[in-house]
C-alpha cells in the first residue's frame, strides 16, 4: 500500500530562516516522490522529483530535498526563506507501477517579514 | 506549448443543476487525472483516465459524478444533480507517459 504522511499541516518561518517541510511515505515498491507547491488560487506546480538516482535533488526556488530509504522520508528543504514562498506544499509519491500518484495532505507555509 | 487548460475557471450552479468542467491535457499527454481539493484539505485522487479507457475510478463518488476522455477533445468530468458538498475546486492533471503531473489551473464549482 501507499500512503503520504505529511507531518506539519503548518509551518510558519522568518524570511531568510531555514524552511523544513517533512514528509514520511510507505510504498510496496520502489517509488517515484515530488514535491509540488500550489499558489493561492493558482494550479500546483512540481518543485523537484525523486526517482532512484541522486539522494538529494534539486529543484526549483532554492528548495532540495534528500530521499532517506532507511527513515522513509522526503523532506523539502531551502536554506533561506523568500516572501514569495508561502505557498501550500504538497508530497507526492508514486509507486512506479500503475501510474497513480498519492498526495499528502499539506503543509501551508507562512514567512513572517 | 500551452499547458493544461481548464474551464470553465469559475462555475457556479443551483442544486439539483449539472456541472460539466472541462480539461484539454498538454500536447501528447495521454494520460488525464482528476482531483478534488476541498478548503483546508489536499487534494482527493478521483479518476484516472487514458484516451477512451478508464484505467482507475477508485476516487470517484458511485453516483452522480462521471468522467469521459474521448478519442478527440477534452476530458470531460460531470457531475449531476450537484448538492453543496460538492462545492469544490477541481484540478485536472496530465501525464505523457505517467511519470510526472502538470496541472491546470483548476475549476472552482459552487453550488448554490
Known amino acids: 500500500a501507499q500512503s503520504v504522511t505529511q507531518l506539519d499541516s503548518h509551518v510558519s518561518v522568518s524570511e531568510g530562516t531555514p524552511v523544513l517541510l517533512r514528509c514520511n511515505y510507505s510504498?510496496?515498491?520502489?517509488?517515484?516522490l515530488f514535491w509540488y507547491v500550489q499558489h493561492p488560487n493558482k494550479g500546483l506546480q512540481l518543485l523537484l522529483k525523486?526517482?532512484?538516482?541522486?539522494?538529494l535533488v534539486k529543484g526549483i526556488n532554492g528548495f532540495e530535498a534528500e530521499f532517506k530509504k532507511s527513515e522513509t522520508s522526503f523532506h523539502l528543504t531551502k536554506p533561506s526563506a523568500h516572501m514569495s514562498d508561502a505557498a501550500e506544499y504538497f508530497c507526492v509519491v508514486s509507486p512506479n507501477t500503475g501510474n497513480q500518484f498519492y498526495f499528502g495532505t499539506g503543509t501551508s507555509l507562512t514567512v513572517i517579514p | 506549448n500551452a499547458g493544461v487548460m481548464q474551464n470553465p475557471r469559475h462555475l457556479v450552479r443551483r442544486r439539483g443543476q449539472e456541472a460539466r468542467l472541462r480539461c484539454s491535457p498538454m500536447?501528447?499527454?495521454?494520460?488525464v487525472y482528476w482531483y478534488r481539493q476541498l478548503p483546508e484539505e489536499g487534494l482527493k485522487f478521483m479518476v484516472y483516465?487514458?484516451?477512451?479507457?478508464?484505467?482507475?475510478e477508485s476516487g470517484m463518488p458511485k453516483e452522480r459524478f462521471s468522467a469521459e476522455f474521448p478519442k478527440e477533445g477534452p476530458s470531460i468530468l460531470r457531475i449531476q444533480q450537484v448538492v453543496r458538498g460538492d462545492s469544490a475546486a477541481y484540478f485536472c492533471?496530465?501525464?505523457?507517459?505517467?511519470?510526472?503531473?502538470?496541472f491546470g489551473s483548476g475549476t472552482q464549482l459552487s453550488v448554490l
Open positions: 483516465l487514458q484516451k477512451e479507457n478508464i484505467i482507475d
Open positions: 525523486y526517482t532512484s538516482a541522486a539522494t
Open positions: 510504498s510496496s515498491y520502489s517509488p517515484s
Open positions: 492533471a496530465s501525464s505523457l507517459t505517467g511519470e510526472k503531473l502538470f
Open positions: 500536447k501528447g499527454h495521454s494520460h
